[in-house]
């Protein structure tokens, strides 16, 4: 029974996170990866930028993403069906990873399915969404995403890496193995790859290997940077220089309400604790301990951006308070970091109870559970009749941003910092300007000649002014308008 409880009850969650990929609500930077998806439907070799019209690299060209344009070019799926099928990927590598990490660190047999509810529920008692952060809320939305395939090829990852350093007869193929998958995890997501190369670090620190390993190790490394170097998509190593005010604002907010958001999270630090007692070079506390420095230097440094190698801290915390449930040790320990843990998730699951409704929708909810629910966003399928592939949308910065373009339209500022496209600040002040009150019609004139604007999205009334003619009425009071010439 106490091995069954917890996988019939990661078995239910499974469910749910399969019937939410069916459904794949709209919310952050889905947009984003399906305008990625149409770009290289369009063209595997040039792409050029997945948001506005500008031949410029782009991270979000990854290895997965190749995949993903490849399949939606060879079958005529719509970026949408392709993301879904992505999301299956992602799903299944990311639980099969976690099964297969914590394998690695104990052989009780309700292990696996304990870490994996505690990687989903041991969070906050306030909700919180981030690509690469695994909450089950957050992974709701973002499972699609690169992040959560980088995050399951990173636990995959580990567990490799943790038996290779153990045995120093593995052949070069498989250090040479290593080294290319962790330059895809890389490639695919660049802050999920910092989480991954802190755990990869504190598997080979606590193991302590001998100079066999670490003359193998360093050839893996050697693949990975080969690999990163000749990726032709963009240049991985000038994301090094990529620090800037908009990323940093961006990322601040990771630093704020720590507890509420990740409270939960301190019964895994106090089993982390406990291991440490036990064993000064357990894997999992030098996790949590290069984890924190990563971030904390974050913090102090003012990059705030670093804040996303936070998962670098949370998943050794919630697999640490996993194992000690099902640890050595006496019985009535053991129960008693059950009854504390049972808890803990039941106090998680709560807080992220309005997932339900991304299967179920806000009707079907009891009020307290409805009251939870985040409505995903509206799609703009409404403009899809009129505009087509590679028109020029003027459209205010935020969420209209970064949903147009997945219809294959482009916007004239992109909807997320872009390291890579040099006029950037130019592109987001004339959106500025353009939006502002009291701009003269010849102003707005220019602005739209300069960036071959065909279309203007905006909430409003009346006839839109001159220059403009209203085309179409969307959700919300949004409001079509083409340009007239």
Not at 175 to 199: E, K
Not at 317 to 330: D, H, I, M, R, S
Request: glycine share 12%.
């Amino acid at each position: 029974m106490r091995v069954m409880a917890p996988r019939a009850a990661a078995a239910l969650v499974l469910v749910l996170l399969l019937r939410v990929v069916v459904r794949l609500p709209w919310a952050g930077d889905l947009g984003m990866h399906a305008a990625t998806v149409e770009r290289l439907r369009h063209s595997i070799t040039d792409p050029g930028n997945p948001l506005v019209d500008a031949d410029t690299p782009s991270p979000y060209y990854s290895p997965w993403t190749l995949l993903l344009g490849c399949l939606a070019r060879a079958t005529g799926l719509s970026a949408f069906v392709v993301l879904r099928v992505g999301a299956l990927v992602g799903l299944g590598l990311l639980v099969t990873g976690v099964w297969r990490y914590v394998r690695t660190l104990s052989e009780h047999r309700a292990a696996p399915a304990l870490a994996l509810l505690c990687v989903l529920f041991l969070w906050g008692t306030e909700l919180f969404n981030w690509s690469g952060f695994l909450g089950l809320n957050s992974l709701a939305l973002t499972v699609s995403y690169p992040s959560v395939l980088a995050l399951g090829l990173a636990f995959h990852f580990w567990a490799w890496l943790g038996g290779a350093v153990r045995r120093a007869d593995e052949g070069w193929g498989v250090w040479c193995g290593l080294g290319a998958l962790w330059a895809v995890i890389l490639l695919c997501h660049q802050f999920s790859g910092v989480v991954a190369s802190v755990g990869a670090l504190a598997t080979v620190v606590a193991a302590r290997p001998g100079r066999v390993v670490w003359a193998r190790l360093a050839v893996g490394l050697l693949v990975g940077v080969v690999v990163l170097w000749v990726w032709p998509y963009y240049d991985f190593f000038a994301l090094f220089g990529a620090a800037g005010v908009g990323l940093e604002a961006l990322h601040r907010v990771l630093y704020q309400d720590l507890l509420g958001r990740f409270g939960l999270v301190w019964v895994g630090v106090v089993a982390l604790g406990v291991r440490w007692w036990r064993e000064r070079w357990d894997p999992l506390v030098l996790f949590f301990g290069l984890g924190v420095v990563v971030v904390g230097a974050g913090w102090v440094s003012g990059h705030y951006a670093w804040g996303r190698a936070l998962p670098a801290v949370l998943i050794p915390a919630q697999v640490a308070a996993a194992l000690e449930v099902v640890g050595a040790g006496p019985r009535a320990v053991r129960a008693g970091w059950a009854c504390v843990l049972a808890g803990a998730l039941v106090v998680g699951a709560w807080t992220q109870v309005g997932t339900l409704g991304y299967v179920a929708g806000r009707g079907w909810l009891p009020g307290v559970v409805a009251a939870k629910y985040r409505e995903p966003w509206a799609g703009y399928h409404w403009i899809t009749p009129w505009v087509r592939y590679g028109d020029v949308v003027m459209a205010r910065a935020g969420r209209v941003a970064r949903q147009i373009p997945a219809y294959g339209a482009y916007t004239v500022a992109p909807g997320y910092p872009d390291f890579f496209l040099p006029d950037e600040g130019r592109r987001a002040a004339a959106v500025r300007r353009y939006f502002a009150v009291g701009v003269s019609v010849g102003e707005r004139a220019e602005i739209v000649r300069v960036y071959g604007v065909r279309w203007v999205v905006d909430r409003g009334v009346g006839n839109g002014g001159p220059g403009l003619r209203v085309v179409a009425r969307g959700p919300d009071g949004q409001v079509l308008y083409a340009v007239v010439r």
